[in-house]
């Protein structure tokens, strides 16, 4: 633990909101930047698809990142029917065991700001934290050191 951003090719991505928007009716579509930066993440290290969805709509996200070519090597989290925490309770518990067993992450990408928040108080040691189109560096790291263009 304690790796910094450079030291850590772990990557954690959310599916809705990052990897994918749902349209006005009701398809799911890819966001091109978040597909890109786990294309980028897929050549580098271990990528973990950290979602608020039951595992029983895990369909759903291998299905689009089929559709882009990326399911390969993708480690997909879901909760469990009756999970009935909060997000940021669910992810943050999600975010440790994925500490725990990797040691370190580099990057999450959420666009849960209070996911975000505990994920810096809690889980990350050094790393980056992307939220929409922004890149916040931690501990230490200048955006222009730290952030890819996103």
Not at 31 to 58: D, M, N
Not at 111 to 116: A, D, E, I, S, T
Request: charged share 25%.
């Amino acid at each position: 633990m304690g790796a910094s951003h450079e030291d850590c090719s772990v990557f954690v991505f959310d599916f809705d909101g990052v990897l994918a928007a749902s349209t006005e009716g009701g398809r799911i579509v890819a966001r091109e930047a978040g597909i890109s930066a786990l294309r980028e993440a897929l050549g580098v290290g271990t990528v973990y698809v950290l979602s608020g969805r039951v595992s029983q709509e895990k369909w759903i996200i291998k299905a689009l990142l089929s559709q882009e070519g990326l399911y390969r090597g993708v480690k997909v989290v879901t909760r469990r029917p009756g999970d009935k925490r909060s997000e940021v309770d669910y992810k943050l518990s999600e975010l440790l065991r994925i500490l725990e067993v990797e040691g370190c992450i580099g990057e999450i990408h959420d666009n849960n700001p209070y996911v975000l928040e505990a994920a810096r108080r809690h889980v990350l040691r050094g790393g980056i934290l992307h939220y929409d189109n922004t890149c916040e560096p931690l501990y230490g790291f200048t955006v222009l050191e730290a952030c890819r263009a996103f």
